[in-house]
């Protein structure tokens, strides 16, 4: 039996819930999940806007909380994480997640309250990439992830700087601290090194990825929802982000972050290695592509391009914060009530999964 397992399915709102369910034990959940162990659920929170596509949805959330209790995982607990552009508090409760977590007596916790969490310096025992030299006074990491497991609840969508983002780039927000900025330049390789970490310090790793709406463009916020109906799951962070990447339209092994994390034996990356479960994927061609935007061009320039050799002073010092400022006016006040919101309109709440989100208390 191949380790590299990803379940996919099609699914509808009427079936979404237990399809979750019967997904994750395809990918084989009770395999790689140890039941006995605490298992933290890291959502996707990437704009504290209501924009399907970009983050969680709450019949993902839903789905898999009712899949892992009817399974046998007494233990569960929610912890979120904070960007410097985005307000967690105030994306739990526009996206509708908060309300499920309090229905099923979720506990959540917050990796940036000193009150949940203390953060420590870990040494890897795997040589890094780039993490050590990013910061050099030591990794920090929340102690609370060790010893437990992770399941991550990211979205089928693109990225100005990684192309596809899925189950890898997840973990950026729960294991960095508010400083991870510092490692955009470097940003595939952070991500291997980064499920390097977590292959050391969790007891099981699983994701379950939500295709229902999928989001093309310059993500992870200012994208086009598409509606394809699919989920994904499985305990192989490679294979899952690989399989998502090729129904996407991309070729996996030219994503750095996947080939570099095949390349390093942390998962499977090539897709004829991959077993795949339930839908047959070989014609499935999405054709997404991820464009970009006066955000995404001003990143370039300053995390890949010209400006690359000036990080330190732009990013390490109180100028930082005029590039957060411009990136919050830039994303809430121009594109949203531009563009967003009549997309969000249009391409989501237009939908047979639009009309199900509605069904979901607001608080």
């Not at 006040?333 to 939908?351: D, F, H, M």
Request: charged share 20%; with cysteine; glycine share 8%.
């Amino acid at each position: 039996m191949r380790e590299s397992i990803v379940s996919v399915l099609r699914t509808t709102p009427e079936r979404v819930l237990p399809d979750v369910a019967e997904l994750m034990h395809a990918a084989g959940l009770t395999r790689f999940l140890p039941q006995d162990k605490t298992t933290i659920l890291k959502d996707n929170i990437s704009w504290h806007l209501p924009f399907l596509s970009a983050n969680t949805t709450p019949w993902q959330l839903e789905g898999v909380i009712q899949g892992l209790r009817a399974a046998g995982y007494a233990d569960l607990v929610a912890v979120h994480n904070r960007t410097v552009v985005t307000d967690p508090f105030q994306g739990l409760r526009r996206n509708r997640l908060g309300p499920v977590y309090r229905q099923y007596q979720v506990r959540e916790l917050c990796n940036f309250r000193p009150q949940d969490m203390a953060w420590t310096v870990y040494e890897p025992r795997t040589k890094m990439r780039v993490l050590d030299r990013i910061f050099p006074k030591g990794i920090r990491i929340p102690q609370y992830f060790c010893g437990k497991n992770v399941l991550h609840l990211p979205t089928v969508k693109t990225h100005i700087y990684t192309t596809t983002t899925g189950a890898m780039k997840n973990a950026f927000g729960g294991l960095l601290d508010t400083k991870r900025h510092y490692a955009h330049a470097w940003i595939h390789e952070t991500l291997v090194d980064l499920l390097a970490i977590q292959k050391e310090i969790h007891t099981g790793i699983f994701t379950v990825m939500d295709g229902t709406l999928c989001g093309s463009g310059p993500g992870p916020r200012t994208m086009i929802p598409v509606e394809k109906d699919y989920l994904l799951a499985g305990s192989d962070s490679v294979a899952i982000d690989a399989v998502a990447a090729r129904m996407m339209g991309f070729d996996p092994m030219s994503l750095p972050f996947i080939r570099l994390a095949h390349e390093a034996g942390l998962g499977t990356g090539r897709i004829e290695e991959i077993e795949i479960r339930g839908e047959d994927i070989s014609g499935v061609n999405f054709g997404f592509q991820v464009g970009d935007n006066a955000a995404s061009r001003a990143g370039d320039l300053l995390w890949f391009g010209p400006f690359k050799l000036l990080q330190k002073l732009l990013f390490h010092t109180p100028l930082v914060y005029s590039f957060i400022i411009a990136s919050y006016l830039y994303h809430d006040y121009v594109w949203w009530p531009l563009q967003g919101r009549r997309i969000q309109k249009e391409k989501a709440a237009s939908t047979k999964w639009g009309r199900l989100f509605e069904t979901y208390p607001a608080r």
